[in-house]
């Protein structure tokens, strides 16, 4: 099995490629990691603060016969980028003996969950802190190190077409995620750098009220399919944009919400 696995990395659509997955402890960006480590990628499992939670991403994917390492950097706060970098540029050299990044995700993100009433400037500042204004320094700083057809995919949100106002706050901060989309990809389309969002629904992120069935059948209720997302359905989509097959498509949303936002 061991051995099956790992010849199944060495012919991957992304062997001898690196990735970096903010916010790959648990969640999308776990998947994420986990499936990118499948295709043959070396994955940077990134987190704030949880190293157990990393740790255990990583575990999984060497278990596969994959290769990924931890990295711990809290988004959000003064240094915060640098800090990221740091950690990631020492694990790629050890590993590769090189830091180039091929293929970055922006996915590391917190909700709101409040009333817009409710939202205080604090809670708008946390949240623009770490889902719009991490995810620009991210890519600003890691240009330094993608190469010419290198990839950006940042986790954008269905909250930025579908209108929830218990989230207003938050779906602004992936508003600004999108436009980072946009005008980066005009920015690098001379580098063959293909930057790309990716527009989850309701994904199960193994939060508690995806233990609760009557919730859980009121949320499937959003998609077409009546069922809600799974983080691997999200996965899958970034590996698709990670991968060769991807290279026409750059600036775009990919609405991978299973139908939600179709009315
Ligand atoms: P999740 O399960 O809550 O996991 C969030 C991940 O991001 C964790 O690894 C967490 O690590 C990390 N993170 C959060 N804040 C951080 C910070 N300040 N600094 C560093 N790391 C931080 O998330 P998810 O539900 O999978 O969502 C992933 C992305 O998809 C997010 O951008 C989210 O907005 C988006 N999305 C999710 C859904 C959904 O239904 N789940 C729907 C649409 C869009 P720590 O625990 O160590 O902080």
Excluded at 72 to 90: I, S, T, W
Excluded at 158 to 172: C, D, K, S
Excluded at 175 to 202: C, E, W, Y
Aim: hydrophobic residues 40%; charged residues 20%.
């Amino acid at each position: 099995m061991a051995h099956h696995h790992h010849h199944h990395h060495r012919s991957g659509k992304l062997t001898g490629k690196t990735a970096l997955v903010t916010g790959s402890s648990r969640g999308i960006g776990r998947a994420t990691a986990i499936r990118l480590a499948r295709e043959g990628a070396l994955v940077a499992v990134h987190c704030s603060r949880n190293r157990e939670a990393a740790d255990e991403t990583v575990a999984t994917i060497e278990k596969e016969g994959g290769r990924a390492f931890s990295v711990l950097a809290e988004l959000g706060v003064p240094g915060d980028v640098h800090e990221l970098f740091l950690a990631l540029e020492r694990g790629l050299k050890e590993r590769t003996d090189a830091t180039t990044l091929d293929i970055l995700v922006n996915n590391a993100g917190v909700m709101g969950g409040v009333a817009p009433e409710e939202v205080t400037p604090e809670l708008f500042d946390r949240l623009v802190a770490v889902n719009a204004k991490a995810p620009f320094f991210i890519v600003q700083r890691a240009l330094t190190l993608i190469p010419d057809g290198g990839r950006i995919i940042n986790i954008s949100s269905g909250l930025t077409r579908f209108a929830n106002p218990q989230e207003v706050a938050y779906a602004m901060t992936k508003g600004a995620m999108d436009q980072l989309t946009l005008h980066f990809a005009k920015h690098l389309g001379s580098r063959n750098i293909t930057v790309n969002s990716v527009g989850p629904g309701i994904t199960n992120n193994g939060t508690p009220v995806f233990d609760n069935p009557e919730a859980v059948a009121q949320m499937a209720g959003y998609s077409v399919f009546n069922r809600v997302g799974e983080v691997t359905d999200v996965a899958d989509v970034v590996a698709f944009l990670a991968g060769d097959d991807a290279r026409w498509i750059t600036g775009s949303y990919l609405d991978a919400s299973g139908g939600t936002l179709l009315g």
